[in-house]
């Protein structure tokens, strides 16, 4: 089983013992809502398009509404199986979706106080070292200071580089993917000059 098939049944059942109408890190979307952003993702290729291209964004959001409208546990079947058959994301599934349902599961488990982390396998930390390494020069591309990334046993990624200040990002490499993908309820410790700090806490990471 891959790491995407595995958060996907893990997520499931958080958001079985959430209920629908539950938090989430995505905004004002309940659990309900991110279910059915995840169905459109993999089953509407109609509306899907519409989660990256704004002109399409209000075709998006009604077939969305309609998608949540459905029975709680129908919508979290269609969660469960994943990509249909006949979808072109079905053979990548343990690609495209590595870091949708890790984050997205997460997104379920730290969306009301008092959540903790989980204890990752370091094959998957190894995994997501590897992902946020590579991806998060995207995430940080705005950013006035060059930023690094920096894991607890020693390993480090420039990720953005400026002239002047510096900012280091340290923490497990599953807690700055999500920081790298805009999550903000992460353990992740910051350090360089205050204002540098700031300005790249307060960055718009989303990707």
Known sequence: MSIAQR????LVETMTA??????TLCGTWTVRDLAAHLVVR???FDASPGIMLKPLAGYLEGVQAKVASQPFPELLEQVRTGPPWWSPLRPVDALVNLTEMFIH???????AP???????SQADEDKYWSLVSRMARRSYRKSPVTVVLATPDGKRAVVRSRPGGEVTLKGKPSELLLHSFGRDEVLVESTGEPEDVRRVLG?????
Do not use: F, I, T, Y
């Open 18 to 23: 959430a209920g629908p109408g539950a938090p």
């Open 42 to 44: 993999e089953r509407r």
């Open 7 to 10: 958060e996907r049944q893990q």
């Open 203 to 207: 960055l718009d990471r989303s990707v």
């Open 105 to 111: 599961h997460e997104d379920v488990r730290r969306g």
């Open 114 to 120: 008092g959540w903790a982390p989980r204890e990752l």
